[in-house]
């Protein structure tokens, strides 16, 4: 059955007691008949407290931004799949631009990411999206089909289905310039036509696909 997941991503911002109370405000917001998955995404270092803080709520939980392709082992600043589902949380983020970019993570590498936390039972968010030039030029059809073919396609049926998409254009990231809920829409039905192409219309039509990019309280419900 398709979830539908609302996820927020803090990056490299809050500090102890304003993620705190930003968890708290939001917590304190839900309906006690919520029906929508509420995911939070803080940095690694508060990641555990923010768990527990959720750990006990319907439908709220966690997810790491980042998790390294290697099992265990002598990297220093990485974090392990293993490591982070220890703590109980539910979600990594894996693919986003500004890994892709900053980073040089390839599709190879966020090939190995899924995998290695799948194997730990880390369900995951995976990012894909197309800069500005690349819609400009009508490449982004092709752009995003090579993103999750070639890091989501190796995948068992049943694997995949652990996968939550998430379209996050770069040309509107961070940049107050919101996809319109038609280019959002079109993106979203072609994802899902390239999964069914690969596995079929059922899970296809299971698969949750999110939006991300400039998204705010003014344009949230009509996204």
């Known amino acids: 059955m398709r979830k539908n997941i609302v996820a927020g991503n803090w990056k490299m911002n809050l500090k102890r007691d304003e993620g705190l109370d930003l968890i708290n405000d939001?917590?304190?917001l839900l309906p006690s008949d919520n029906k929508v998955e509420v995911v939070f995404a803080p940095s690694f270092i508060h990641l555990y407290k923010v768990n527990k803080m959720c750990l006990n709520l319907d439908k709220v939980n966690t997810a790491s931004q980042n998790v390294s392709k290697e099992e265990r082992g002598a990297f220093t600043?990485?974090?392990s799949a293993e490591i982070i589902r220890s703590a109980n949380v539910k979600y990594t983020i894996i693919g986003h631009s500004e890994r892709r970019e900053y980073f040089k993570e390839t599709n190879e590498d966020l090939k190995q990411k899924v995998d290695v936390s799948l194997e730990n039972n880390l369900e995951v968010i995976f990012c894909c999206g197309e800069s500005?030039?690349?819609r400009e030029e009508?490449?982004?059809f092709d752009w995003i089909k090579t993103q999750i073919s070639e890091s989501l396609f190796h995948l068992s049926s049943n694997d995949f289905s652990k996968i939550v998409i998430a379209?996050?254009?770069i040309w509107a990231i961070g940049t107050g310039i919101t996809?319109?809920?038609d280019q959002a829409e079109e993106i979203h039905k072609f994802i899902r036509e390239i999964i069914a192409q690969k596995y079929?219309?059922?899970?296809?039509n299971n698969i949750s696909i999110l939006y991300g990019g400039s998204c705010k309280p003014t344009n949230a419900r009509d996204i």
């Open 26 to 28: 939001v917590i304190n």
């Open 77 to 79: 600043g990485e974090i």
């Open 132 to 134: 500005f030039n690349q």
């Open 138 to 140: 009508e490449g982004h």
């Open 167 to 169: 379209y996050e254009p």
């Open 179 to 181: 996809a319109s809920s």
């Open 200 to 204: 079929g219309d059922e899970l296809a």
